[in-house]
């Protein structure tokens, strides 16, 4: 059943372990409600695939998750023919004389749908509630599939020669992901409803490090998220997200730790930090200045 309010809509984040904010539980919701395709930009690791997958599961449909790429075309994303089948299709058919036609090769039966395709198409396993199609990463995609999108964020339909127009009976809910590599056109951003995704404040961080990483102490989840928003201040290539925050908790009650130390930190920075540069910039004394800050807000 679909949410009826964003406070509903919220909640049922929330049953996935996913703590959405109110703009963000608001403008999915607008997103069910008004048939829009929902695009989420941001820096890696803030949950825009989280929030895809987190309302596929609300929902009870699966997500179909399209992993945009340089080069990616049309056929890899809507459809492929199923060419072997086709050829022994045929050939079986000559074998009994027949002279099979354009309609008998070109049907339903040889189609590969991908997730594009696939997204228009009801689900039956979980009939009356729209699909979940993810298209992930579309910065990381070529403009001219940009402009191929634009038909199915638009008129939630797509067409293929050998057949027609495939049209959904419900629209699908289409979340587009960007990490803002590079920007993305207007024409994409106008068919879609937007929002920025930034790194949640202090007391939703803890919220989801507690629901993800409870094997860590309450007493070393604070120190922990503490310490990542101060070093989310350092000027560094790329800041750890809530991903890392989870992993880093979870390594450190891996480790036995239960309470942070420079050393600790030290011999786990490579769970926060992926860039190696960035790990020259926390050196030794950097560490042991962020230990002794206080947290912000605090």
């Not at 995609?141 to 495939?166: C, K, R, W």
């Amino acid at each position: 059943m679909l949410p009826q309010s964003i406070d509903q809509t919220a909640a049922l984040l929330e049953a996935q372990q996913y703590f959405a904010d109110r703009e963000t539980a608001t403008v999915l919701y607008l997103a069910l409600r008004m048939q829009r395709p929902l695009f989420l930009e941001g820096e890696p690791g803030v949950g825009k695939t989280a929030l895809a997958r987190a309302i596929a599961d609300a929902l009870g449909t699966r997500l179909l998750r399209l992993q945009c790429y340089e080069g990616l075309d049309a056929s890899s994303a809507l459809y492929e023919w199923d060419y072997p089948r086709q050829i022994m299709a045929l050939r079986l058919a000559e074998a009994r004389g027949e002279r099979p036609d354009a309609q008998s090769l070109y049907h339903d039966d040889f189609l590969l749908k991908r997730p594009l395709l696939e997204s228009l198409l009801p689900d039956p396993a979980a009939p009356g509630i729209p699909r979940v199609l993810l298209i992930d990463e579309i910065d990381r995609a070529d403009e001219p599939f940009e402009a191929f999108l634009l038909e199915v964020l638009s008129e939630y339909q797509v067409s293929i020669p050998e057949i027609g127009v495939v049209r959904a009976e419900q629209p699908p809910l289409i979340i587009v992901t960007s990490n803002r590599t590079r920007e993305v056109h207007d024409a994409l951003k106008r068919r879609c409803l937007y929002q920025w995704m930034g790194y949640p404040q202090r007391e939703r961080e803890l919220q989801i490090v507690a629901a993800r990483a409870s094997e860590a102490a309450a007493a070393l989840q604070h120190q922990a998220i503490d310490f990542i928003h101060r070093l989310r201040g350092i000027d560094l290539f790329k800041s750890p997200g809530i991903a890392e925050a989870i992993d880093w908790c979870r390594a450190l009650a891996a480790l036995g730790v239960s309470e942070l130390d420079p050393q600790s930190v030290r011999d786990t920075l490579g769970v926060l930090l992926k860039y190696q540069d960035d790990l020259a910039r926390v050196d030794g004394p950097t560490v042991a200045e962020l230990l002794a800050s206080r947290a912000p807000g605090v």
